[in-house]
DNA sequence: GGCGACATCGCATCATGATGTGAGGACGGC
DNA sequence: GCCGTCCTCACATCATGATGCGATGTCGCC
């Protein structure tokens, strides 16, 4: 009935060494479940690209932080400025606090070290495009001691209300603001059953319309 | 009973939900390479035991956060001011950025979700004893955010996007959930009014639905 | 004295969202 | 076996949102 919609996750790889980089492309062409969309080698010819691409066009972009010419960090931040909510991930040898930083600044939304294991980096990529943020712990580290100097704020805490697996999943699509159809296609269930998730949803949230819910979602972490 | 040389994680466990507490200790108990070291239902009680323990008594602390009396944020902040290098894993329900930030200014080292399956949890306190800081994806993604806007951008700004006054004002609407009719009114404006600021702020957002709008304004603090 | 950016309004059209009502199957607890 | 919760789907209807095309008036500006 369905038909067999592969859910590939389209990689942009942007790698100035060579041989690196051929590794890579080998293993995204022989991982199911991950498809190469672009390669190149440099952060110029690889905006060149975004620039006439489309946001369906590719996933999620894995960003050598040592490129020649325009660093990996900088060519972050020109294609985000593009595709804000695009997902990059870094990927380095380096861990020092500056680059770090500079990379999330940029907008990254992982870093990956380059002595990742294969299985390891895959599966950080598909937490990457999920919206997650995998770092490595060192990486992870460092970037919580950066956020302990910079800041110095006491918290409280909420009431609870919990959401089902599923409920979560469809707020999670609305956070993405996807369309009710395109939630459905994405957890492979019916339009209406979406529509029936919402419902609760906003009876959970005590909200009438996708914005207040989506705004409640992100402000409370809910997803 | 004494064994001459001990690499088993010997872990403290303060949690107030006597049966995820109880489940916990099972799970520690019979987890070759964990021990449980003590096992609290408050921080009152932990941290009197830690008052009176030596360094070498533990390895590591899953905290929860929400507890009766003393929260577990200010408990971190107190065991650390006493046991500095102590590694603390906080354990909550909820991922909201403020209590993330809280939880790591007081010192957490990790950030673990109860929703955490038991294998990835015992991973997680491998890594944080390890001197590793394991988050759960959402977690990291709301950790770099509060990154981002806390140190202001060095190097290469995330593509600054100036909205009109009015598109602020409209875009805050949204945000609270109003209705292009709310928001007409509330700005005494007509309601094609309205319409045409949200296109134009769908073009600079590069959005096509409110919800993706209230995303962006949200995570990103435009409003 | 036209040019560009902003704020304002209108109309039209199609797509999508909001809500109500109803209902069957799976599963776990009592 | 019954009850509650969750997941699933369907149909209906009205309200709202998404987008395209245009238009007027005010500023500040070179």
Redesign the pocket.
């Known amino acids: 009935m369905t038909e067999p919609a592969e859910p590939r996750l389209r990689v942009v790889l942007v790698e100035d060494d060579a041989r690196y980089r051929a590794s890579l492309e080998t293993l995204l062409d022989n991982s199911p479940g991950f498809a190469l969309a672009a390669s190149f080698g440099d952060a110029e010819r690889a905006l060149a690209w975004f620039a006439a691409a489309e946001r369906f066009a590719f996933d999620v972009v894995i960003m050598d932080v040592e490129l020649p010419g325009m660093s990996g960090i900088a060519a972050t931040g020109k294609l985000r400025e593009r595709f804000p909510d695009a997902a990059v991930a870094m990927l380095t040898v380096f861990e020092e606090p500056k680059t770090i930083l500079a990379a999330i600044c940029a907008g990254a939304s992982g870093y990956m070290l380059k002595r990742t294991s294969a299985r390891e980096l895959l599966a950080q990529l598909r937490s990457i495009a999920d919206g997650g943020s995998p770092m490595s712990a060192g990486v992870a580290r460092t970037v919580l001691e950066l956020l302990r100097r910079g800041h110095a704020t006491p918290a409280s805490a909420p009431g609870r209300l ?1 959401l ?4 979560q999943q469809v707020l999670r699509g609305l956070v993405r603001g996807l ?3 395109q939630v459905a296609d994405d ?1 492979a ?5 979406v ?5 609760t949803l ?1 009876k959970k949230l005590q909200v ?4 207040a819910a989506v705004t409640r979602a992100v402000r409370e972490g809910l997803v």
Chains 1, 2 share one sequence.
Request: charged fraction near 35%; hydrophobic fraction near 20%.
């Open positions: 919990d089902t697996e599923r409920e369309s009710y159809k957890l269930i019916s339009h209406d059953t529509r029936t998730y919402i419902r906003y009438h319309n996708v914005a």
